[in-house]
């Protein structure tokens, strides 16, 4: 595979492959904590921290640890366990030295262990066979584009809230209908850059 | 099959979940030690020495001061509300909800939801500050009618209690002939409020009751018994210049330890104290407060029988209690009624006593 430009995954992954709007992961808490755009900016950050700490950990395991011992196979069960450990120690030390910080994001922490952007970008680093600035940019890049995409949302749905609905299309169904037509936008970004 | 890649899963799997395990065992020592935290209860009027990291809610339960929770800590309930003047950091996400505006302005947060990580300012309710459990033992289990015992029970060594007079304590009785559970009654405390290791109780036994079956029957002098409290809110408002003291039955008990508060304490108040009685047999305390009448000029005994039989050559007021109360008090003004007794008695008590003028904020009572 050709070396990508660490920059263009950077842009590529916040709008062209956007990990909510191109590939759909990260859905549930995308839906679920977006009815508010403050605690939405709130878990952007929190996934984004986490992102980049997972993705650079996770380079450094496989490189290091699960291609010298050739255990491939099991690269899933250690890339989560990698994330639910960090995320663990990243809440602890967050109560402890940024106890501001914590009392905003703390709450999300234990939902992002589940997130399947999560692991999701990690995949895509070891398929794509990123050296470590890709990997740190792509990581970066997608945590950014997922907050950028749960912000769009958090603010769409917060103008909705005022707004005539018919009964039968709030909620779910509506989020469902403005992240497609969102997706669709993005799409129109395609032909600026390409990563896969 | 290949061994080694068995041996080589396995291996590998448990190499990288120790390693990660111990990591986290390292950060939990790290990170989530706080030290020794100092607790300041009540603007010093109590300090603990807590070893920080846990919950509040946790911590103080570990400390035997309950906060009432029902969710047990996970932010769904909203009861266990405590004031945190100082050391509780910003306010989480998580007690948003729960928390009012007001409440908000004075501090009150979830004490499940904030972790000790310093030293902390506290407000805790006297009442739930007060509320332990105790097991005491029997020491006298004396007949103070037919149908009425006294339970004087002792509180283990070491231990005290501060109740305000007329407040109630939980009784809990063992499982006992057909009756397979605990169950738990509430009965007043009769002893004085300034004897800390001590409690007296009246019970009266009811036809059929679980509990009072048990004490009439079962309970025997040097049992061991479980108690908690102090409850309620029946106790000493003091704002007036006369208490009208109402009680029937079983219903003497707070009143005799509001008397004795209000004698001990010096108040001025005059008292004048009404005690119901379906005949002779039913009166006890008689002689202890016809002392106190004696004693302080204070304090008048107004015993009223309603079905004297001619033996008994009863000289007192007849008829029952709503009678003497009637022609006896004249206004309500400057004055405040304590009534303790069956609903029926107290209905028709406050129902004579709001005629005289006597309010929803005047009359304190305790229906069993």
Request: some cysteine.
């Amino acid at each position: 595979m050709p070396q990508i430009s660490p920059f263009i995954i950077f842009f590529a992954s916040i709008i062209t492959s956007n990990m909510i709007l191109s590939n759909f992961l990260g859905m549930c808490s995308y839906l679920s904590v977006s009815s508010e755009y403050k605690t939405a900016t709130g878990l952007g950050m929190a996934v984004t921290l986490v992102l980049v700490m997972t993705t650079v950990i996770n380079w450094v395991v496989y490189k290091f640890v699960i291609l010298p011992l050739e255990i491939e196979y099991l690269q899933y069960i250690i890339f989560i366990m990698v994330i639910a450990a960090l995320v663990q120690i990243l809440e602890m030390g967050m109560d402890r030295y940024m106890p501001d910080l914590h009392a905003k994001l703390g709450i999300f922490l234990p939902l992002i262990t589940v997130n399947c952007a999560i692991l999701g970008v990690t995949l895509f680093m070891v398929i794509r066979s990123y050296g470590f600035s890709q990997s740190l940019m792509f990581s970066l890049g997608s945590g950014l584009g997922w907050w950028l995409a749960i912000n769009m949302l958090a603010a769409i749905r917060e103008k909705l809230k005022n707004a005539k609905l018919p009964p039968g299309i709030s909620g779910p169904a509506l989020s469902f209908i403005i992240t497609g037509i969102m997706a669709m936008a993005f799409i129109g970004f395609s032909g600026i850059f390409t990563i896969q | 099959m290949d061994f080694s890649i068995i041996l080589r899963t396995v291996g590998s799997l448990a190499l990288i979940s120790g390693v990660l395990s111990v990591i986290i065992s390292v950060a939990e020592k790290v990170l989530n030690n706080y030290g020794t935290c100092e607790l300041d209860i009540n603007e010093g009027q109590k300090k603990l020495s807590v070893q920080g990291g846990s919950s509040l809610l946790s911590t103080l339960a570990g400390e035997k001061i309950f906060i009432p929770s029902a969710c047990g800590g996970k932010a769904t309930c909203g009861l266990c509300k405590v004031q945190v003047l100082e050391g509780a950091g910003p306010l989480l996400p998580t007690e948003e909800p729960y928390i009012s505006e007001q409440e908000r302005a004075d501090h009150v947060r979830l004490s499940c939801q904030i972790k000790v990580k310093g030293n902390m300012r506290l407000m805790i309710p006297e009442e739930l500050f007060n509320i332990r459990e105790f097991n005491c033992t029997l020491e006298s289990i004396t007949d103070m009618t037919y149908d009425i015992k006294r339970l004087r029970m002792k509180l283990p060594a070491g231990e005290t209690i501060n109740f305000k007079a007329g407040q109630f304590m939980q009784f809990y009785t063992k499982p006992y002939g057909k009756v397979k559970e605990e169950v738990f009654r509430a009965y007043s405390i009769s002893s004085k409020a300034s004897e800390h290791d001590y409690l007296e109780l009246l019970i009266r036994l009811v036809p059929g009751g679980i509990c009072t079956t048990y004490v009439h029957t079962a309970l025997k002098e040097g049992d061991q018994v479980r108690l908690s409290g102090p409850y309620g809110d029946f106790y000493l408002r003091g704002d007036c210049e006369e208490l009208i003291m109402i009680a029937g039955g079983s219903g003497l008990a707070p009143i005799r330890s509001l008397v004795y508060d209000v004698i001990e304490k010096g108040l001025p108040h005059k008292m004048r104290f009404f005690f119901g009685a379906n005949t002779v047999r039913d009166l006890y305390y008689m002689e202890e407060f016809a002392q106190i009448e004696q004693e302080y000029p204070q304090f008048k005994f107004i015993p009223c029988v309603a079905r004297p039989e001619p033996e008994d050559n009863w000289t007192g007021d007849t008829g029952f209690v709503t009678v003497a109360l009637q022609n006896q008090v004249d206004t309500g003004e400057g004055k405040e009624a304590y009534l303790c007794g069956s609903p029926g008695m107290l209905d028709a008590c406050i129902k004579i006593l709001k005629e005289k003028g006597f309010t929803d904020q005047t009359i304190f009572y305790d229906k069993f």
